[in-house]
């Protein structure tokens, strides 16, 4: 098996940048998700009630973000500008993140349609995982997502309208195996950097959304049909053993199976 795609998203539920290889920190790929927008009172905005936020493009690097609206129009954050400590929620985590008075919150609450507030993580996350008290990005729960492309083939046999890979928002692809077999991986290894499967990824109505037009599926597919055929589970959620580097094409070695 070889690893085919990396991709990071600098914002939480907006679009992503493929990478062609990336160092791996307990925390996450760099600059994965270190952007949120909240409402005013800090709680996360997503693309489950706002499925436009999945057609904005984002550029990331370590001195800020720029993004580009659905309309074409830009707005560019340094981290400079984010010097102001805010509470913000992401599911049941409260902690403190930084944002800022500065335009963009104006413009970003126009082009969503909702008061809106940006946020960044800092240099170091006050955000830490349960289970081993390591750094948490923006993330839902877990560092890394690894999808596989035998399984995503699998899924399409049974839709009427094949999705692509993109609808799950996965951080690594995998290519070769089994169908499936990812949900039964204890320990992996890609290039030089050993993995643990923290927990399966149980997907959401996110996964509805046309990635071209922002608009959600009438019968809500393919999560319909995954719900049924697999209790809604796409992927796997997974913890970094190691730092490193991972590139496209990578071997990829099942160490230990669940």
Excluded at 5 to 17: E, L, Q, T
Excluded at 56 to 85: F, I, K
Aim: proline content about 5%; overall charge negative; charged content about 20%.
């Amino acid at each position: 098996m070889r690893l085919t795609d990396i991709h990071r998203y600098p914002v939480k539920s907006m679009g992503g940048n493929a990478l062609t290889e990336s160092d791996i920190t307990p925390q996450g790929l760099p600059l994965d998700r270190e952007w949120l927008v909240t409402a005013p009172d800090g709680n996360m905005l997503t693309a489950r009630k706002h499925p436009a936020m999945l057609l904005w493009q984002t550029e990331a690097d370590s001195d800020g973000l720029m993004l580009t609206a659905p309309d074409g129009s830009r707005q560019t954050v340094s981290v400079q500008d984010m010097n102001q400590q805010s509470d913000v929620t992401v599911w049941k985590d409260r902690f403190t993140a930084f944002t800022t008075d500065h335009a963009a919150n104006a413009w970003l609450s126009k082009q969503i349609g909702t008061e809106a507030r940006l946020h960044w993580l800092g240099e170091q996350s006050r955000r830490l995982l349960a289970h081993s008290q390591t750094p948490l990005s923006f993330a839902d729960g877990a560092p890394y997502l690894l999808t596989h492309t035998a399984s995503l083939a699998e899924l399409n046999t049974y839709l009427d309208e094949p999705v692509e890979m993109a609808r799950f928002r996965p951080n690594f692809t995998v290519d070769g195996g089994k169908t499936f077999e990812e949900e039964q991986w204890h320990r992996i290894r890609i290039g030089e950097v050993e993995f643990e499967h923290f927990k399966p990824c149980v997907r959401c109505v996110m996964t509805t959304v046309d990635l071209i037009s922002g608009r959600r599926h009438p019968q809500q597919e393919p999560l319909s049909t995954l719900a049924i055929a697999r209790k809604a589970i796409f992927g796997i959620n997974l913890v970094a053993l190691n730092q490193g580097r991972v590139h496209i094409g990578d071997d990829v070695e099942v160490l230990s199976w669940l």
